[in-house]
C-alpha cells in the first residue's frame, strides 16, 4: 500500500537492517547463478555482422531491385538483370518454341478455315488471352515488362521489399563474379548475383539456367 503504515516501514529501520544484514554462503551462490544467466543471456543475443565492401555491393544492388518494384520501374528492373538473364527472356519470347511462335501457331488454329470445335476453339481463346496480343512487335525488354505487370501487385510488392530486408539476410556468399543470397524466410531462400562490369546483376536461378541451355542446345542442333 502507498502512504499507508506498511509504508513507513521505508524508513530509518529499513535502512539499519540493509546496513547489518549478511549473506549467507547460499545467497551468495544464487547471486552468482543469477549473475551467471544474465551474462549469458547476453552472449546469446546474435547481432548481425557488417557486410565486406563486395558483400555491401550485392545488398545495395537488391534494395535497387526493391525501389525498382516499389516504383514500377520496369526500365530499371531490366537493367538490373545480367546477361544470362536478359538472354533467357529473349529466349522465351523469340525461341523455337517460345512466345512469338506459340501465339502465331494458336491463331493460326482460329482462322476462319478452322475445323475445330467449339470447346477447342474456347480453350484456344482463353490460353492466348494468357499471352501478349502482339509478341512479334515486342522487344526481349518489351516482353519482360509485359511479364512483370502481373507480378507487381501491392502485395507482391510489399513481400520483396520484406524478401530482401537486411535483418532477413543469412549471408551473402561470394565466389569471382557471381554472389549466392541466402534468406532466412521466403518460399525461395537462395538468390542469385552476378558482377557484370563492376556492378551487380540480377541472376537467373539454376532451374533457369537449365531451360537456357537446353534453348541454345536446341537452337544449334544438338
Known amino acids: ?3 499507508g503504515r506498511e509504508s513507513g516501514c521505508i524508513g530509518k529501520t529499513a535502512v539499519k537492517r540493509t546496513r547489518t ?3 549467507t554462503p547460499r545467497s551468495r551462490i544464487q547471486n552468482c547463478l543469477g549473475l551467471l544467466a544474465v551474462l549469458l543471456l547476453v552472449g546469446c543475443v546474435k547481432t548481425e555482422e557488417p557486410f565486406t565492401p563486395e558483400q555491401q555491393g550485392v545488398y545495395d544492388a537488391m534494395q535497387a531491385w526493391s525501389r525498382g518494384c516499389e516504383q514500377r520501374d520496369t526500365d530499371a528492373l531490366w537493367n538490373a538483370l545480367s546477361p544470362d538473364a536478359q538472354t533467357y527472356y529473349r529466349t522465351e ?8 511462335a506459340t501465339v502465331a501457331l494458336e491463331k493460326a488454329a482460329l482462322g476462319p478455315d478452322s475445323m475445330i470445335s467449339p470447346e477447342v476453339r474456347r480453350q484456344k481463346e482463353a490460353f492466348l488471352k494468357t499471352l501478349p496480343e502482339n509478341p512479334e512487335n515486342m522487344t526481349p525488354k ?3 515488362a509485359w511479364r512483370l505487370e502481373a507480378e507487381l501487385t ?6 520483396q521489399s520484406r524478401l530482401f530486408a537486411r535483418d532477413n539476410i543469412e549471408t551473402i556468399e561470394i565466389e569471382g563474379e557471381r554472389a549466392t543470397v541466402i534468406l532466412k524466410h521466403g518460399e525461395t531462400k537462395r538468390y542469385s548475383w552476378f558482377r557484370h562490369n563492376g556492378d551487380w546483376k540480377f541472376d ?4 533457369m539456367l537449365r531451360a537456357l541451355e537446353a534453348a541454345r542446345k536446341r537452337a544449334s542442333g544438338q
Open 21 to 23: 544484514s549478511r549473506q
Open 93 to 100: 519470347l523469340t525461341g523455337p518454341r517460345g512466345v512469338r
Open 1 to 3: 500500500m502507498l502512504g
Open 154 to 159: 501491392a502485395e507482391n510488392i510489399a513481400n
Open 204 to 207: 537467373v536461378t539454376p532451374s
Open 142 to 144: 518489351d516482353y519482360h
